[in-house]
Every structure is written in C-alpha cells, then in structure tokens.
C-alpha cells in the first residue's frame, strides 16, 4: 500500500506538457505515477553516458522501459555518447560524489534535455535525479536551470519529489515492481569508490545485474 496521499501536481508557467530526464526505474518510478495521477501529459526522456560498464547502462534502461510501457508512457532513449561524457570529466576522475564531476555529469545530461524539449515544442523539463537520498537537491536544480535557461519559453520544473511521502513510496513501488537495484551511482569512477569503500569495510565488490527490490524482504 502507498503511504501518504500524493498532492495534485501542475505544470509550471501554464505548460501543457513536460520532458522528464530520467536517471533510472527505482528514482523515476514515483515521480512517473506523480505525473499520471495528476493526468500530466509527459515523455520519459533517457539519456545517460555517465553509466558504466554497459552491462548496467542496459539493465537501468530496459528497467524504465518496461515500466513506461506498462504505463503507456512515451520513452526517447536519447544516445550513449560516452566517448563525450569521458572527455569531460577529464582531470576529474577523482573529484568525491557531489562534487564537480557530478555538476558536469548533471549539467551534461540536463543540456542535452533542454535541446531536445526546445527541438520538439515541450515547455517545461524536469528530472527524476533528485528523489534519491544520495544526490545533494540543489546542485542538481542548479543544473536544471542553467540549463534551460538559453531557451525562451523553457523552463526547468525543480519540485521536490521527496516531500509529501516521495521517497518512500519510491522504495514501495520499486520493491512492488522489482526493480533491479544499482549498488553505485553510476560512472566508472563512482564504481571504483563504491568498491573501495566497500572492501574497507570487509564487504564483496559490486557484483552488476544480481540484486533487485524487494528480493531480500522478509514481507
Ligand atoms: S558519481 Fe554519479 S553524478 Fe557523479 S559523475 Fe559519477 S555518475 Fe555522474
């Protein structure tokens, strides 16, 4: 059962429909049915280069798209362009999570949303990066507004997809839903620390494609 009754959402400036940046299934998940209980005519834009190795770049993608599927939902599976996302996080390879690597990584992949919507008449984008407990909320809406900021009549919707029983139903529909579960971020380099900080704390490396929601719960 979800907790919490969800808040009736409207697009902002009056827009009619909306572009959604999604990450993945488990933090897309909510934020999806959010937009189709309040009857939001939206598209599930994914595009992210930063995911490594490919074996996981595939699992999270085909994850949200069987979810939109089911929805109905319209999905873009914009490019794996990692050749680009490498070249620019060159010289920071070992910047912490949350830092700049990680404002190039949203800039990057909100800029390509921002084009596409301007290409293709839609006046409001939004992300599902944000629900997640890991990401720091403001650098991430910081990205989003920079990066609709070039185009007249766009705008980057920064609701706070967390708030009014968010993030744990995020947690229930994903478990409902079995989605598979990332155990990183999701770069090369987020990996590599991840692992690090794993094995010093005794733990086994990051194995990728085996660990779903809801697979070790008891109820
Ligand atoms: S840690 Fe995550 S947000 Fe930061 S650069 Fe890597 S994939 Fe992007």
Redesign the pocket.
């Known amino acids: 059962m979800s907790s919490a009754v969800r808040e009736k959402l409207e697009l902002p400036n009056g827009g009619h429909k909306l572009l959604m940046h999604s990450c993945c299934a488990p933090c897309s998940g909510e934020v999806m049915e959010a937009f189709l209980e309040s009857g939001i005519d939206y598209t599930v834009f994914f595009y992210n280069p ?2 490594h190795p490919v074996k996981e770049y595939l699992l999270r993608k085909e994850e949200n798209i069987r979810f939109a599927e089911k929805h109905g939902v319209p999905f873009i599976d914009a490019d794996y362009d990692t050749d680009n996302w490498f070249a620019r ?1 060159k010289g920071m390879e070992n910047e912490p ?1 949350r830092g700049i ?2 404002t ?3 800039d990057m992949r909100f800029e390509r949303t921002a084009l596409y919507a301007h290409e293709h008449g839609f006046p409001v984008i939004t992300s599902s990066l944000g629900i997640s407990r890991w990401k720091n909320m403001a650098q991430i809406n910081d990205c989003g507004h920079r990066a609709a900021a070039p185009y007249d009549g766009l705008a980057y919707w920064d609701y706070n997809w967390r708030k009014g029983g968010g993030s744990q139903r995020m947690i229930e529909i994903s478990k409902r839903e079995n989605f598979y579960q990332q155990e990183y ?3 090369v ?2 990996l590599r620390d991840t692992n690090r900080h794993r094995r010093a704390q005794g733990r086994d490396r990051i194995h990728i494609g085996v660990k779903f929601y809801g697979d070790d719960d008891a109820g």
Do not use: L, V
Request: proline share 0%; aromatic share 14%.
């Open positions: 930063n995911i996080a999570e690597r990680c190039m990584c949203f971020c999701g770069c380099y987020s």
